[in-house]
T-cell receptor, first 116, second 108 residues
Framework: GAVVSQHPSWVICKSGTSVKIECRSLDFQATTMFWYRQFPKQSLMLMATSNEGSKATYEQGVEKDKFLINHASLTLSTLTVTSAHPEDSSFYIC????????????FGPGTRLTVT | LAKTTQPISMDSYEGQEVNITCSHNNIATNDYITWYQQFPSQGPRFIIQGYKTKVTNEVASLFIPADRKSSTLSLPRVSLSDTAVYYCLVASAGKSTFGDGTTLTVKP
């Protein structure tokens, strides 16, 4: 159980275009989803936290108008990178957390974004 | 928000037991301690979670002292495939942020 999927697993786009990444919890309802970014040989950096039906809460330094997050249902959250630039190239990982008191997070496999 | 500190790297040999310790001095009463394993270009994989004392599952054990300011992940009889980055994460009702993790290298 507790499977989280991401789509696509990798994407290449041209500078100035937008890219949407989907994150789905397949066998549980996720009250909270998180989006992380990871650069090579670095730890995961939290970008934003989203609760179903609410606006996402962004971490300091993350541009909310550039990284649009939508958590429209209990099983789906999307991250749209708008007007992508080469410096946005990174590994994007989502995680999902069900309700409950142990706060376990389950992570997706990640999406490799390359902006040319 | 509880900050975590782990050793940057550890080396081990196949068949040995590996213990990775994480400190989380400002853990809150309702927080849980969770450990993840990450391979390159993959999302973190859940290993084990605990609140206090000892938790064991089919792949690892987690030891948490009474003051809960640290925790130790124990991997019995590691193999080459256990070479990865290991993160401890303090899980709370709010957000959880990752520390730098421990790169474990298992040698033949």
């Amino acid at each position: 159980g507790a499977v989280v999927s991401q789509h696509p697993s990798w994407v290449i786009c041209k500078s100035g275009t937008s890219v949407k990444i989907e994150c789905r919890s397949l066998d549980f309802q996720a009250t909270t989803m998180f989006w992380y970014r990871q650069f090579p040989k670095q730890s995961l950096m939290l970008m934003a936290t989203s609760n179903e039906g609410s606006k996402a809460t962004y971490e300091q330094g993350v541009e909310k108008d550039k990284f649009l997050i939508n958590h429209a249902s209990l099983t789906l959250s999307t991250l749209t990178v708008t007007s992508a630039h080469p410096e946005d190239s990174s590994f994007y990982i989502c995680s999902a957390r069900a309700g409950g008191t142990t706060y376990e997070q389950y992570f997706g496999p990640g999406t490799r974004l390359t902006v040319t | 928000l509880a900050k975590t500190t782990q050793p940057i790297s550890m080396d081990s040999y196949e068949g040995q037991e590996v213990n990775i310790t994480c400190s989380h001095n400002n853990i809150a009463t309702n927080d849980y301690i969770t450990w993840y394993q990450q391979f390159p270009s993959q999302g973190p994989r859940f290993i084990i979670q605990g609140y206090k004392t000892k938790v064991t599952n089919e792949v690892a054990s987690l030891f948490i002292p009474a003051d809960r300011k640290s925790s130790t992940l124990s991997l019995p009889r590691v193999s080459l495939s256990d070479t990865a980055v290991y993160y401890c994460l303090v899980a709370s009702a709010g957000k959880s942020t990752f520390g730098d993790g421990t790169t474990l290298t298992v040698k033949p």
